[in-house]
């Protein structure tokens, strides 16, 4: 036995000292390159062969070698190929509407990104951004600026109410005599009635290119007063509204003094305005971001109505004329708003082509006999006009607002036909109201 192992040594020693240091190397590489084809393997033949290691055919797990497929190494040599291989990986991921198309066809090709539309379950941008057109709070100041004013209401409302004066001088044509001249009803510079009315109007502003209104505005007055003489006796009608206990009005209407052989009468005022106006009011031309200035023109239509009257027992008389015009009026205004609403005053001229009408009559029952005789004129003249306008505006919400304005109206040359002239004068407040839809 010990013999036996002693031959073994001899033996294996001898193997060891006759092979070079490089066989184990060359051994272990031909036996990596094994699977390579006949084509190719000439490049890479084996000088030696060792018996000690396994076979060729089974690659070596080793922590020291590292295993190179041979299909990468052949792919230097190959041209780049843009198609797809069989072996290409295709898959898609989606997150929130977004989808990826990844492919991967060989070493050389980068990985294509494709967009998909989005999926039904995707967050709509709504959801996280409400639109800017959306309901908020009302604030009467933050969207105004020195050209977008109160104005821009497109229905206005408004109760007028307003003093007013007619005086001048009223000339009876000649071939009119009345039988109680000194009587007949003329214009009383101390008269100034009480006039009331409204005002309408309608406007739009296409594109923020200035602001087009449609106005209406009517005024109505009536007075009378009573003619008394000092120390004759009173006419029965007069007389009557004296006494309280038949008067017709619930205060006692006031008296002038008349000599007495005038004798007394009733006296009483009428007078209407019915005006319309058709106008453009060019946008605000900034002075800062809340004070502008504007422009305006446009037409104005008007019929301008006036009334005296005389009655007594035994006596009446009229005196009337209507002046019914057409002419053109412009205006400057200045606009100023502060928190919240707006300030503005307007001062407008203009002149209206007018076609008067006057009518004269008188009525008079002497000896049981009445005698009538009447004289009507008419022609064309015009009326030079001058308005004033000052209005404070408040915004009461985002639909609405209310202003209190005061107008100043002045008249000339009415009823000027035979030297007569009449002037208007009119102090008044307007309470308005503006919506908008």
Not at 68 to 84: F, H, L, M, Q, R
Not at 404 to 432: P, R
Request: charged content about 15%; proline content about 8%; some cysteine.
């Amino acid at each position: 036995m010990r013999l036996a192992s002693i031959i073994f040594l001899v033996l294996f020693g001898a193997a060891c000292v006759g092979a070079e240091p490089t066989d184990g190397i060359d051994a272990l590489t031909n036996a990596s390159f094994a699977s390579v084809p006949a084509s190719n393997s000439a490049d890479f033949a084996p000088t030696a062969q060792s018996s000690l290691l396994p076979p060729a055919a089974e690659p070596l797990n080793s922590p020291l070698f590292t295993q190179i497929p041979i299909e990468k190494e052949a792919a230097k040599n190959k041209p780049i190929s843009t198609e797809p291989s069989d072996r290409s990986l295709r898959g898609s991921a989606s997150a929130e509407g977004l989808s990826l198309s990844v492919t991967t066809a060989d070493a050389t090709q980068f990985p294509t990104v494709q967009l998909a539309p989005a999926s039904p379950g995707a967050i709509e941008p709504w959801e996280v951004d409400p639109p800017s057109d959306s309901p908020r709070p009302f604030d009467p100041y933050a969207g105004f600026t020195a050209d977008s004013t109160g104005f821009d209401y497109p229905f206005v409302g408004g109760f007028l109410i307003s003093g007013s004066t007619v005086f001048g001088t009223r000339v009876l044509p000649a071939s009119f005599q009345p039988q109680f001249a000194a009587r007949f009803p003329g214009v009383n510079p101390a008269d100034a009635v009480l006039t009331e009315g409204f005002a309408l109007g309608l406007s739009c502003s296409p594109g923020g290119f200035g602001r087009f209104a449609l106005n209406y505005r009517l005024l109505g007055a009536s007075n009378f007063v009573l003619y008394v003489t000092a120390n004759g006796p009173q006419d029965p009608l007069v007389a009557q509204e004296l006494d309280p206990r038949t008067s017709s009005s619930d205060s006692p209407p006031p008296t002038i003094l008349v000599p007495d052989s005038v004798g007394s009468c009733i006296v009483s005022s009428r007078l209407t305005l019915n005006q319309m106006d058709l106008t453009y009011t060019s946008p605000g031309l900034a002075l800062s971001r809340t004070a502008s200035i504007f422009g305006e023109i446009g037409s104005r239509a008007a019929v301008f109505f006036h009334e005296d009257y005389t009655t007594a027992l035994t006596v009446f008389q009229q005196a009337k004329s209507t002046d019914s015009g057409l002419g053109p009026v412009a205006a400057i205004g200045f606009s100023w708003i502060y928190k919240p609403g707006q300030f503005y005053v307007k001062v407008e001229g203009g002149n209206l082509f007018s076609w008067v009408h006057q009518f004269d009559r008188e009525m008079v029952v002497l000896n049981n006999a009445t005698q009538i005789q009447s004289n009507e004129m008419n022609g064309f003249h015009s009326v030079p006009m001058l308005g004033i306008e000052a209005g404070v505006l408040g915004y009461m919400g985002e639909h609405s607002s209310c202003g209190i304005v005061y107008h100043l109206d002045a008249w000339w040359g009415l009823d000027n036909l035979g030297g007569s002239a009449m002037t208007w004068i009119s102090n008044g407040v307007e309470f308005d109201f503006r919506w908008r839809f």
